[in-house]
């Protein structure tokens, strides 16, 4: 029981396919209060850059609609007329607004998880129609957790307003019988330095819980060592098929290559422990070719073939040594051993009459 308990613990890193994986359905670490921290800095920005702005525009156009209003005449074209005015000033004036904040939450998003496009999450699951598992899911240490994080932030969101309101407190006394542009301006720069460290908090947060979120996403990924050794299966195949496969492909490689020997013009041997076909034909080959190399048994086999068809086998370790431990079969030797070679293959030539 030990035995499987350990095998069932996920202890081994997750793979780079089961990261892949998880990619594709969806599963990635990311944290909502990393796009919430970014909308709130953005409307810090919003408030302090672009507030005067729109403020002035604002004025504009009530003042506009002010004066002319004596002579307006109520009528239901006149109304759908002064709506369509008022939504698109409205609209024009509140456009930057919308299109930092779709910039800035793309950003968001893709800070943390890079380009993503996955319908999987999309595909229906009939599993989460299980009203146990729901009711499991709404009291999961995950949305506990949610829940505490939630209660936390706003307690802490509501504490630091709270505390700035209240230190300027004195100071709202004194707008009293103050111009209300004095008034309006004082209640914008308190609202810009509430604003200010409720960011400087949601960014905080937004840090640690993408740290928490990523930790996390890692423990999730973990896998087994049963789930790894399956995946290595799916990956590589089976090590017993893979190495039954290479072993028929041996073995069809040596029957090619003892094929090869009996038209060989020398086998140069150890004596006994390695064996090289070598063959030259004068005009078509650069330089004479390995045709087949073996060690042991194989080298055995080379020298009984060459022997049955009366291919010469000459001693000579050093040489032999060589030409198995560099040259392949099927690859011309190197011009080192040319020399030590064409010796070898004169000697051959001159034993069959040849030139």
């Known amino acids: 029981m030990a035995e499987e308990t350990s095998t069932g613990e996920r202890t081994e890193s997750p793979s780079a396919k089961r990261r892949a994986d998880f990619r594709k359905k969806g599963q990635v670490a990311q944290s909502r209060e990393v796009q919430t921290a970014a909308m709130f800095t953005l409307l810090l920005l919003f408030w302090m850059f672009y507030a005067p702005i729109f403020w002035d525009k604002l004025r504009e156009m009530l003042t506009a609609v002010w004066r ?14 002064l709506a369509y005015y008022l939504g698109a000033v409205l609209a024009l004036m509140l456009a930057p607004l919308f299109l930092a904040a779709l910039l800035v939450g793309f950003f968001a998003t893709f800070v943390q998880i890079g380009w993503l496009f996955t319908t999987q999450p999309l595909v229906p699951d009939l ?13 999961s240490k995950r949305s506990l957790v949610e829940v505490i994080k939630s209660l936390l932030k706003v307690g802490l969101i509501g504490w630091v ?13 004194l707008l009293i019988g103050m111009p209300v542009d004095s008034t309006v301006l004082y209640l914008a720069k308190t609202a810009a330095l509430v604003m200010a460290k409720v960011a400087a908090i949601m960014i905080a947060l937004a840090i640690l819980d993408y740290a928490f979120v990523r930790w996390e996403m890692e423990e999730k990924m973990k896998m087994t060592k049963q789930e ?9 195949g089976d090590p017993h098929i893979k190495s039954k496969i290479r072993s028929i492909q041996q073995q069809m490689a040596r029957k090619r290559m003892m094929a090869a020997v009996p038209t060989a013009d020398v086998v140069i041997t150890n004596p ?7 063959k030259y034909e004068a005009g078509t080959m650069e330089a004479p070719v390995v045709l087949a190399k073996g060690q042991e048994l194989v080298a055995a086999k080379i020298r009984e073939i060459a022997r049955e068809h009366r291919i010469p ?5 050093p040489v032999a040594r060589l030409l198995h431990s560099k ?17 070898i293959l ?3 030539y001159s034993l069959q009459g040849k030139r």
Not at 127 to 139: A, E, N, Q, V
Not at 161 to 173: K, N, P, V
Not at 272 to 278: E, G, I, N, S
Request: aromatic share 8%; proline share 4%; hydrophobic share 40%.
């Open 272 to 278: 006994t422990h390695v064996a090289v076909a070598l």
């Open 327 to 343: 040259v392949e079969v099927g690859q011309t030797i190197p011009e080192e051993l040319f020399k030590a070679v064409a010796e």
């Open 161 to 173: 307003a709270y505390s700035t309101i209240r230190g300027e407190f004195d100071q709202a006394l």
């Open 68 to 81: 002319t209003s004596g002579e307006f005449a109520v009528t239901a074209n006149s109304l759908m007329q």
């Open 346 to 348: 004169a000697y051959v």
């Open 313 to 317: 086998l000459v001693e000579n370790p």
């Open 228 to 236: 790894q050794k399956e995946e290595m299966k799916e990956t590589e």
């Open 127 to 139: 599993t989460k129609l299980d009203p146990i598992k729901g009711m499991g899911r709404l009291f």
